[in-house]
């Protein structure tokens, strides 16, 4: 009985691959639009599908504007186990746990590419907000007791024994949050500057919604700061190794404090990243910046108030950033590259620190060419076209310049990873395969060489190894699997540049 389930499970797989793919291509056509320079790629169509990915990863109940059609709706009960509402939010990568850490980080970066480049972004501009405010709505429900943040929704250990469609699943929703007695500043002060972030975001279109995320922003920080503490402490068995802290809490307050300083303009925030920069690591020499660890995002952020808005008391934050640019200068004792010229920092889910780079280098490009400024790298002058030629090579790789001549963004190219490893998409649809597919149904497909039926167009995942190989293999989560903050902060360098190329 069940190799006959698993046989008619692949058949409806392969069936519903065929006609997704076909779905997928009408869907989205590419666009052709006049250059002003020789664009290497369709950039308005890859900004396009990375923004509609997150409609993928989506939680709760789906609006009637849903563009990824083969989701349902899923998670309707959630926050049921300690009696609050937490339906909504996003799955963070290929299973169905909703992990608030990267969650928050993946809405900062939304917030983030759409304060920087959102006015280049033309008609997807009221997708990446749908995208942000998916996660805010969520956020605030997360945060509305005070001094309390539920962070966790699922247990990840028992969601990974299983195989299954988010619509499907029945494993534990249990439901973990941190306090003034289990604290988690990292966390907390993640979710306060995704909160200010979006009130930026916010801010024109919708004010009173902005007032809402801004204020519960205030409260949260000073709860993070206040209950001081890591949740990898609190909370070990649950989020470790998933998205344990590495990097401590220290960053994320000064990044949270700097999102409070650019969202409110008040001077207690200014304050706060004088007085404590240096104890939080404000000159630390890590150069890696994703979910864990934001020192160099923070240095960034905060040296556009030195170089545009000419904060004197900020100055050392330009060579603190400037520090961190010099360190990807390929050539430089820092750099690692992939023979092909991809940015490596580690095997699991590499690619979401190309990502966080590359968006990082055309922001700091445009506060530099505001401020007519360069950066020195021991003697050798860097100008800002020189960050954007950099992030410009690394997404283009990403898009298929790279010696396996594949794309990394799920279905864009003609040619990208047919075996990502995600549950949703893996399995056939609800429309196709009505029946539930029991928890360990679905490792059949997991293990099988089947093509995944449901496109997750727009997905970016882990990306090749060191050598610029990739397997295409489902069970290989470093190297096939999505995530929410791979995709984030490349929607503000596919805007730019798009917009530099003419497309938008």
């Not at 983030?112 to 907000?129: C, Q, T």
């Not at 149904?441 to 995944?452: T, Y």
């Not at 090749?464 to 470093?478: A, G, L, N, T, V």
Request: hydrophobic share 35%.
């Amino acid at each position: 009985m069940a190799s006959s389930v698993s046989s008619s499970l692949l058949i409806l797989v392969l069936f519903s691959f065929t006609s997704s793919l076909l779905l997928c291509n009408a869907y989205l056509p590419l666009r052709h639009h006049p250059n002003r320079g020789v664009a290497s790629h369709n950039y308005r169509d890859a900004l396009t599908k990375s923004i509609l990915f997150f409609e993928g990863q989506r939680s709760g109940k789906l609006p009637p504007n849903q563009r990824m059609t083969w989701r349902r709706d899923s998670g309707l009960s959630d926050g049921s186990a300690m009696h609050v509402d937490l339906v909504g939010g996003y799955y963070d990568a290929g299973d169905n746990v909703k992990f608030g850490f990267p969650m928050a980080f993946t809405t900062t970066m939304l917030s983030w590419s759409v304060i920087e480049f959102g006015g280049l972004m033309k008609g997807e501009l009221g997708n990446a907000r749908e995208a942000i405010r998916w996660a805010t709505d969520y956020l605030l429900k997360a945060t509305a007791k005070p001094d309390t943040i539920y962070v966790q929704v699922g247990d990840a250990n028992k969601d990974h024994a299983c195989w299954e469609r988010p619509e499907d699943m029945d494993t534990p929703r249990s439901v973990l949050k941190i306090d003034r007695n289990t604290p988690g500043s990292e966390v907390a002060a993640e979710t306060a500057a995704a909160l200010a972030a979006a009130s930026l975001v916010f801010r024109r279109i919708d004010p009173t919604y902005s007032k809402l995320l801004v204020r519960r922003a205030m409260r949260v920080f000073e709860f993070a700061d206040k209950y001081r503490g890591t949740y990898s402490n609190a909370l070990k068995s649950f989020v470790c190794p998933f998205y344990c802290s590495y990097s401590g809490y220290q960053d994320e307050l000064l990044w949270g404090a700097a999102w409070l300083h650019k969202a409110t303009k008040n001077p207690t925030y200014l304050n706060y990243i004088q007085v404590n920069g240096q104890t939080l690591g404000a000159d630390e020499s890590d150069n890696t910046f994703g979910w864990d660890n934001k020192h160099v995002g923070a240095r960034i952020l905060v040296s556009k108030a030195f170089l545009v808005q000419k904060v004197q008391s900020l100055h050392d934050y330009k060579g603190h950033a400037d520090n961190y640019i010099c360190s990807l200068i390929p050539g430089s004792s820092q750099a690692q590259y992939t023979p092909g010229g991809l940015l490596f920092k580690m095997d699991d889910s590499n690619m979401q620190y190309v990502t966080s780079t590359s968006f990082l280098l055309v922001t700091y490009a445009k506060y530099l060419t505001s401020a007519r400024k360069v950066v020195n790298c021991g003697g050798a002058i860097v100008t800002p076209k020189r960050l954007r030629t950099i992030a410009k090579k690394q997404v283009d790789y990403l898009l298929g310049d790279n010696p396996l001549k594949m794309s990394y963004m799920v279905g864009y190219g003609t040619r990208y990873p047919q075996r990502i490893h995600h549950r949703g998409s893996s399995l056939p649809s609800i429309a196709a395969h009505p029946a539930k597919i029991q928890c360990s149904s679905g490792f059949s497909i997991m293990k099988s060489p089947s093509p995944n039926p449901n496109i997750l167009v727009g997905a970016v995942i882990g990306g090749p190894d060191q050598h610029d190989r990739f397997p295409d293999q489902r069970s290989d989560y470093y190297q096939s699997e999505p995530a929410t903050y791979i995709n984030a902060p490349l929607v503000g360098a596919l805007a730019y540049l798009a917009h530099s190329f003419g497309q938008l």
